[in-house]
């Protein structure tokens, strides 16, 4: 599986953002899907993810951020609204395959994409 994420960019604080991440596989709709970032000097964070007709979202953003997918078009969304400094991050989209962990998890997943940056200016 391969995945490709793209949609980071520089914003102020309190914009909006939409992150995608295309997949490859034929089994896409099969897959959990998750997203985590990185900040500077901190270690890698769930965000959000979304299995079946499940959702997860990390404290941090819930409220704020919502996780959506296609599966027609083998893509996931994070779209990301009322953008704080401390969201700057690199984002990584992720792809679960196995169901067998919790989805909050680096560990759970089995592909990661290149990431794509978010910079939030105050």
């Given amino acids: 599986v391969q995945l490709q994420a793209s ?3 520089l914003v102020q604080a309190g914009g909006s953002l ?3 991440c295309a997949a490859s596989g034929r089994t896409f709709r ?13 270690e890698r964070e769930f965000v959000a993810a979304i ?11 819930k409220g704020r951020f919502t996780i959506s997918r ?16 401390e969201d700057t991050a690199v984002y990584y989209c992720a792809v679960d395959r196995r169901h067998v962990g ?3 998890y ?3 997943y089995d592909y990661w994409g290149q990431g794509t940056l978010v910079t939030v200016s105050s």
């Fill in 70 to 85: 296609d599966n027609a078009k083998n893509t996931v969304f994070l779209q990301m609204n009322v953008l704080k400094p």
């Fill in 102 to 104: 919790s989805v909050v």
């Fill in 30 to 42: 099969d897959y959990g899907m998750g997203w985590f970032r990185q900040a500077p000097g901190k």
């Fill in 106 to 108: 680096a560990e759970t």
């Fill in 51 to 61: 299995s079946g007709g499940s959702t997860a979202y990390a404290d941090s953003v």
């Fill in 7 to 9: 949609g980071g960019g």
């Fill in 18 to 20: 939409r992150l995608s």
